[in-house]
């Protein structure tokens, strides 16, 4: 079965310092990997999503993110972190039914002043 | 394009007791996934409804269960409330599954139970 697992439950970085979120998923074949973000008292609202096309995904909001299979990793990254970007951020994968979307545990990032 | 609506946005119940909460997918969106959130679990999968046929199921008791309309709404019931069921119950949209597709999120409903 996939799992997804979210190193650190909380990042905190200083305002304009990188943002690094890390996420390492399990999988035998190449999965669809997901990176959500969620605002507090909201729904979750997609970032970006790696289908196999390209490696390295751009998404919204300045954040980008790495595919790589060796690894099996998919670490989420921003040069510039904003107070706006303050929030809750998951990675998910689908399973090989493509039916089922499974979350990892979540990274609360704080940003500094 | 109206995004996800969930109603009701926040419910009190007491144990014992059931809930239907609902969900309008966006117009055109045929898949309807459930998710329970809580802080100690995280996001659990409910299960996924696709042209009013359950696709999957995740890991939870038969307490648990849901409908898809021929309108593509979808709802979901819980009988016998406990108080672990406190959760954030997000209902997620696509066009058509999770696979490859964007799961647009509606606001969630917000269950406490006493």
């Known amino acids: 079965a996939q799992s997804v697992t979210q190193l650190g439950s909380h990042v905190s970085v200083s305002e304009g310092a990188l943002v690094l979120l890390r996420c390492n998923y399990s999988s035998s074949v190449p999965p669809y990997l997901f990176w959500y973000v969620q605002y507090p008292n909201q729904g979750l609202q997609l970032l970006l999503k790696y289908t196999s096309a390209a490696t390295l995904v751009k998404g919204i909001n300045g954040f980008e993110a790495e595919f790589k299979k060796s690894e099996t990793s998919f670490h989420l990254t921003k040069p510039s972190a904003h107070m706006s970007d303050a929030a809750e951020y998951f990675c998910a994968v689908t399973d090989t039914g493509g039916f089922k979307t499974i979350f990892g545990a979540g990274t609360r990032l704080f940003v500094k002043a | 394009k109206a995004g996800v609506t969930q109603t009701p946005r926040y419910l009190i119940k007491t144990r014992g007791q059931q809930v239907t909460l609902s969900c309008s997918p966006i117009?055109?969106?045929?898949?309807v996934s459930w998710y329970q959130q809580t802080p100690g679990q995280g996001l659990q999968f409910l299960f996924e409804?696709?042209?009013?046929?359950?696709?999957n199921k995740g890991n939870f008791p038969g307490r648990f269960s849901g409908r898809q309309f021929s309108n593509s709404r979808s709802e979901m019931n819980v009988s016998t409330l406990e108080l672990g069921d406190s959760a954030l119950y997000l209902c997620?949209?696509?066009?058509?599954?999770?696979?490859?597709?964007?799961?647009?999120f509606g606001p969630g409903t917000r269950l406490t139970v006493l």
């Open positions: 409804y696709f042209s009013e046929t359950q696709r």
């Open positions: 997620a949209s696509s066009n058509d599954g999770p696979r490859g597709g964007e799961q647009f």
């Open positions: 117009s055109g969106h045929r898949s």
